[in-house]
């Protein structure tokens, strides 16, 4: 039986990813030989297992999908209310439009139309394609996580630590990869420190969901005291498009020449061959192939049984965090490491697959959850995949000030 029932092998990439986390923490609590399947899979489905005072939040918008085009079918995805204003905006929808009007609008337009005017508006739509072997071979050929040196700093001859303590991470990203990321490295003792911008607010419960141990502030990074933070910090975790990273003079090459002994990881949906690209877990997934593959009947799209991607980037990135700051500490290497959505998706098409899933493995989630008290919430949430480690509680989000 499967954790998370999938043609594809999303219980194999789900136990790699955790395990390489249990290998490069260097934390003496962390106990690998005790990985647990069910545990992992309740991790990589955090989202249903969360309640907020006894009720699940509604994670999705009505206008975030698979939709029939005139001549396929488009995927959209619309969390976020700027989105889903672009998204109307380009269908010429009215602002108040739910699902059926935009049904309507997509089923009249062929999918090039509706990906290029849904786009050009600044909304996220992507054509729900067939695999694509010759591209995901091509990926594989590069590392699933990149590791490059970009530089030398003196050893620092301090008494060992374990795990990540006494690391100082700043976190810009958002929604699962990165903050699953950030998430794991606070959990190993890094003191991380989330950075928003003004005016584009976090769904409440997404920042529960992944936000244990980490503080959370409201603060443009283009501001001095951003500044002020980043000289002090030992990582910046990047999980915005490159292009809006370089506009903001986060580029890796900026980044390195101004803070040459800061370890930079970044995150995106695309890669860096796709600096423009907007992108989520469930838009790589359509778009790779990986929908048409999980249909589950041959003709509509589906979806993994889980945000895999997303997860398994956040996971493996960890990772290579931790091997990152490992080579700081001990040689001095300053290194730069990134992978994307996309990379992921090339992996797991390239692992072996099933013709059919097998069925679901009992799952019973009260063994795999925790209880805090968050501000005047109570909440639950998953409890870490990471055997011989727990999780603090998470905090509300934006509301701790800018400082280490």
């Given amino acids: 039986m499967q954790a998370l029932p999938s043609r594809l092998a999303v219980d194999a990439l789900a136990r790699a990813s955790v395990l390489a986390v249990c290998a490069a923490a260097r934390h003496p609590s962390v106990d690998a030989a005790h990985l647990d399947l069910h545990r992992i899979a309740a991790a990589y489905r955090s989202d249903r297992q969360l309640t907020i005072d006894g ?57 090039v139309d509706a990906v290029t005017r849904v786009t050009e508006a600044g909304g996220l739509a992507v054509p729900v394609l067939e695999e694509d072997p010759a591209a995901d071979l091509a990926l594989r050929e590069h590392p699933l996580v990149v590791s490059e040196p970009t530089g030398q700093a003196a050893v620092r001859r301090l008494a060992p630590e374990p795990g990540l303590a006494g690391v100082r991470v700043l976190d810009l990203t958002r929604v699962i990869a990165g903050p699953v990321c950030t998430r794991t490295l606070a959990l190993l003792g890094a003191d991380v420190l989330r950075v928003d911008p003004p005016g584009i607010p976090e769904p409440g419960w997404q920042h529960l969901d992944t936000g244990h141990a980490k503080r959370s502030t409201i603060l443009h990074a283009a501001s001095a005291r951003f500044e002020e933070l980043l000289s002090a910090a030992d990582v910046i975790v990047l999980g915005y498009r490159p292009s809006a990273l370089d506009r903001l003079g986060l580029s890796r090459a900026a980044l390195a020449e101004r803070h040459p002994d800061l370890i930079v990881a970044q995150l995106s949906a695309w890669g860096l061959d796709h600096p423009e690209r907007r992108g989520f877990d469930s838009l790589v997934q359509a778009e790779s192939g990986i929908a048409l593959i999980e249909s589950p009947d041959g003709e509509r799209p589906g979806a993994l049984p889980a945000q895999a991607l997303d997860h398994s980037a956040g996971y493996l990135l960890a990772a290579a965090i931790c091997d990152a700051f490992h080579d700081r500490r001990t040689t001095g290497v300053i290194r730069t490491v990134r992978t ?21 493995a009992p799952l019973d989630p009260t063994a795999h959850t925790q209880r805090f008290r968050v501000g005047a919430q109570n909440v639950v949430t998953v409890r870490s995949a990471i055997p011989g480690l727990e999780f603090d509680a998470p905090r509300q989000w934006g509301r701790d000030p800018a400082t280490w």
């Fill in 340 to 360: 994307s959505l996309r990379r992921v998706a090339a992996e797991l098409l390239g692992m072996p697959r099933t013709a059919d899933p097998e069925p679901a």
């Fill in 55 to 111: 009720r699940s939040p509604d994670v999705w918008s009505p206008l975030s999908g698979f939709w029939r085009s005139s001549d396929g079918w488009v995927r959209t995805h619309a969390n976020y209310p700027h989105h889903a204003r672009a998204l109307r905006r380009a269908l010429h929808l009215s602002d108040d439009a739910e699902a059926d009007a935009l049904a309507s609008a997509l089923s009249e337009r062929s999918t």
